[in-house]
């Protein structure tokens, strides 16, 4: 069974610290992974999309990497913001063209 | 663009009243889906659909219905209405098949639904 694992399940950082979200799966044989962002009420924002080609993927002060051999991902936030606030989801490809979905990460980055 | 619209936003039912969600999206996407979001969950895939009149079953089906007769609308039924329905229901949309290309999955902004 294809699962996704997200660790920790929620997270408090002082504004301006670095930090990292970790993501871990049971299928290496993914395409990709995604990283999405969930304000609290509303839908999901596609945050960063890694090709199993790749290694890492970048968008301001986000960096995403995929290790495949390893089935991890993580999410690294740089001198956060409370803007930052949100909860954070990865997700791969499923055998139904979906997504397989972990629980997320909540994160709240204190003023 | 209005991408991927939902609606209602919020929606309280009585136990074994009926009810349709609506999604529809104008990116003319083959592939659209319904999840599940449970509170401190994440997104379990409800139904999909490959394309017009194609729909399937995914994770978690009972108690749900799907229909898909234009490219752009894939409503979701609840035909008696229990309190394991309460949850966050989410539309997607893709025009590949995601997981296997780099084309993005959209999302609405969701459906809040209380069975009461």
């Known amino acids: 069974k294809q699962e996704v694992t997200q660790i920790p399940a929620a997270l408090s950082v002082p504004e301006g610290e670095n930090l990292v979200l970790n993501c871990s799966f049971t299928d290496s044989a993914i395409y990709n992974l995604q990283w999405f962002r969930q304000d609290p009420g509303k839908g999901l924002t596609s945050l960063l999309l890694i090709q199993s080609s790749q290694r890492e993927q970048t968008s301001g002060r986000l960096n995403a990497s995929l290790d495949k051999s390893s089935g991890r991902s993580t999410l690294y936030i740089a001198a956060s913001q409370p803007g930052d606030s949100a909860t954070y989801l990865c997700a791969h490809g499923g055998s139904q063209g979906n997504l397989i979905f972990g629980k997320g990460t909540k994160l709240s980055v204190k003023p | 663009n209005a991408g991927v619209t939902q609606t209602p936003k919020f929606r309280i039912l009585k136990i074994g009243q009926s009810m349709t969600l609506q999604c529809t999206q104008d990116m003319n996407h083959n592939y659209m889906y319904w999840y599940r979001q449970d509170p401190g969950m994440g997104l379990k895939l409800i139904y999909y659909s490959v394309g017009a009149g194609i729909t399937d079953k995914g994770e978690v089906p009972n108690g749900y219905n799907v229909s898909r007769s234009t490219t752009e609308d894939f409503p979701l039924r609840l035909e008696l209405a229990a309190p394991s329905q309460t949850s966050v229901y989410f539309c997607?949309?893709?025009?590949?098949?995601?997981?296997?290309?780099?084309?993005?999955?959209?999302f609405g902004d969701g459906t809040r639904l209380s069975i009461l």
């Open positions: 997607a949309s893709s025009y590949t098949r995601v997981g296997y290309s780099n084309q993005p999955q959209h």
